[in-house]
Nanobody, 133 residues
């Protein structure tokens, strides 16, 4: 059974930083796409960053425009852990953040496709990030 468990959320002031973690267990394949999404109250879930997890894929990453230059997605294959380093946080970054994994064999050729929640099969329970001004 695939399980994704996020941690690292919290409350910070604008300009601060947080690092989110997502531990993956039970996934029977080595390489697949993983992503961070977020959802604020009353808004649709939006993609933040995507990475080809497991070391293959030539270091493929995608970022939403809102994340470029401030957020960094990374992985630790030995720990089966996905990270999202968030710097220069803004109040508009306040949301529940989710990690997600695509099914094996899924190909995400561009950022628009990769940042769509419909491409992902497995989801964590979320971790709350609150940024105050």
């Amino acid at each position: 059974q695939v399980r994704l468990v996020e941690s690292g959320g919290g409350s910070v002031q604008a300009g601060g930083s947080l690092r989110l973690s997502c531990v993956v267990s039970g996934y029977p394949y080595r390489n697949y796409y993983m992503a961070w999404f977020r959802q604020a109250p009353g808004k649709e879930r939006e993609g933040v960053a995507v990475i080809y997890f497991g070391g293959g894929g030539g270091g493929i990453v995608y970022y939403a425009d809102s994340a470029k230059g401030r957020f960094t997605i990374s992985q630790d294959n030995a720990k089966n852990t996905l990270y999202l380093q968030m710097n220069s946080l803004k109040p508009e970054d306040t949301a529940m953040y989710y990690c997600a994994a695509a099914s094996p064999g899924v190909y995400l050729p561009n950022s628009a496709t990769a940042l769509s929640p419909y491409q992902y099969t497995y989801w964590g329970q979320g971790t709350q990030v609150t940024v105050s001004s």
